[in-house]
């Protein structure tokens, strides 16, 4: 785990069981320390970062995508934490950032959020190998808060028109409604 907060890595130090040594908490920027990782080092990169309630721009590109999927292994997988509301234009052109850097993609969310209805969190899930889609929508549809999977020909259309983020173009997520 990477927390750019040192004094809530103290704290949390402080407060969980003793170290488990198959887990290691970097104090750090997520992505300088993503960009430092031996190539192929996890099964798995998941990236829950918000600044403020925004995810910091730096880590909305296609060069943060790259960092993210060089970490991961090759049959590996990498999912980020979107927040958007309507009209979804941050969700979409993360998703089309994340289609630039890895051949399979899909997008998790509850079926409001999908439809711009309301601010919410949306699971952007990408790797270089077939995700597991039909299994991901049984369970994300029979889940106490059920959602909805969005892949192929439907993430297609979600994204129509949507352009890759880079480091030049990349802006905060929008800020969730008061």
Do not use: Y
Request: hydrophobic residues 50%.
């Amino acid at each position: 785990a990477v927390e750019v907060d040192a004094a809530l890595v103290d704290l949390i130090r402080l407060r969980l069981p003793p170290r488990n040594p198959r887990l290691r908490v970097r104090v750090g920027d997520a992505r300088a320390e993503l960009e430092r990782l031996r190539p192929g080092s996890f099964d798995v990169v998941i990236a829950d970062v918000f600044a403020g309630g925004r995810t910091p721009a730096h880590l909305t590109s296609a060069e943060f995508w790259s960092a993210a999927r060089r970490a991961a292994r090759a049959t590996g997988a990498v999912a980020a934490n979107v927040a958007d509301g309507a009209p979804l234009a941050h969700a979409r052109a993360q998703v089309a950032t994340a289609q630039a850097v890895f051949p399979h993609v899909c997008l998790i969310a509850d079926a409001a959020v999908l439809k711009g209805r309301r601010f919410g969190n949306l699971v952007l899930v990408a790797s270089p190998e077939p995700l597991p889609v039909d299994g991901l929508t049984r369970r994300t549809a029979g889940d106490p808060m059920p959602g909805r999977v969005v892949h192929g020909a439907d993430l297609a259309r979600f994204t129509a028109g949507a352009k890759a983020v880079t480091d030049a173009t990349a802006v905060p997520s929008p800020a969730a409604p008061p």
